[in-house]
């Protein structure tokens, strides 16, 4: 698997996580404490998250750190 494959599943599987959990962009960027746009970046592909940024995510949304490598 290569980086680009990693980073479109990241992002992919935090934006359906968030939205399974019906919490908006805004409102998870504020409990994660990342802007906003930010958030939008990573969700749209465009900036590759830290590992930090995405136990966090993780752990807002209450989901399995797992969970955001799975296909």
């Given at each position: 698997m290569d980086d680009k494959n990693i980073l479109e599943k990241v992002s992919d599987n935090i934006r359906l996580a968030r939205l399974q959990k019906r919490i908006s962009q805004e409102k998870l960027a504020e409990m994660v404490d990342?802007?906003?746009?930010?958030?939008?970046?990573?969700?749209?592909r465009k900036a590759n998250?830290?590992?930090v940024i995405v136990v966090k995510i993780c752990k807002v949304l209450n989901i399995e750190l797992s969970a955001i490598w799975s296909e």
């Open positions: 990342i802007s906003t746009k930010y958030l939008n970046m990573i969700e749209n998250p830290t590992i």
